[in-house]
């Protein structure tokens, strides 16, 4: 329910919260730039079938259940960060085997690490549940749900002008892209650090 203009102000006031939501935006512009044009690219510029590029495509619903089954074990392991970059580098392999591999049969591989990142969202979400106080924690994910369809629309517009220029264009813009969110991830380490979520913000 919503928690009023005081419960906005509250979420707004809290630093870590709004850090967790931009970043949770920048991540989904990034990813969402390619998504849409992974069919297009493959049948422009290696001519693959409807049939390959839909069974490709499952491979990143498959690779997302993959992850999604041990995501809590992984972030139990090397820390929220550490789980927030391993899924970075999963889509950063991912676009470098898009740009540089044309056997397409080859490219199971890249499609399920792609599907890794999906998981993003959840850990992030995570990250928020232990942010805030239960009192504002629905009105956040709210926020967060929000971000994740600004992050979606803009990406893909964007990867959309690319792809006018050349259907690498959103993949090479892309993967520079992550560079820096992955740069950024490590720089908001004390933003996924555990934390009680009575603490301020």
């Not at 495509?57 to 992850?67: D, H, I, K, R, T």
């Not at 972030?75 to 550490?82: P, Y």
């Not at 992030?124 to 971000?147: C, K, N, Q, Y």
């Amino acid at each position: 329910h919503s928690p009023g203009a005081g419960g906005l102000r509250a979420l707004v006031a809290n630093r870590r919260f709004v850090l967790i939501v931009g970043f949770h935006a920048a991540l989904l512009c990034v990813m969402s730039m390619t998504t849409s044009y992974l069919g297009p690219y493959l049948q422009d510029r290696d001519h693959a079938g409807d049939a390959t590029v839909g069974l490709l495509g499952s491979c990143v619903s498959l690779g997302e259940f993959m992850v999604g089954l041990s995501l809590g074990r992984l972030s139990g392991r090397v820390g929220r960060l550490g789980a927030i970059l391993t899924l970075q580098a999963a889509l950063a392999v991912s676009l470098i085997a898009l740009l540089t591999v044309h056997l397409t049969p080859l490219l199971v591989g890249p499609f399920l690490l792609r599907g890794v990142i999906l998981t993003a969202s959840i850990l992030l979400f995570a990250v928020v549940g232990g942010t805030l106080p239960s009192a504002h924690r629905g009105a956040g994910f709210g926020i967060m749900e929000s971000s994740y369809q600004v992050g979606t629309m803009v990406g893909a517009s964007v990867g959309g002008l690319l792809y006018a220029g050349g259907p690498s264009r959103p993949f090479e813009v892309s993967l520079v892209l992550l560079g820096a969110t992955m740069a950024l991830s490590a720089l908001m380490r004390p933003v996924f650090a555990k934390r009680q979520p009575g603490a301020a913000g």
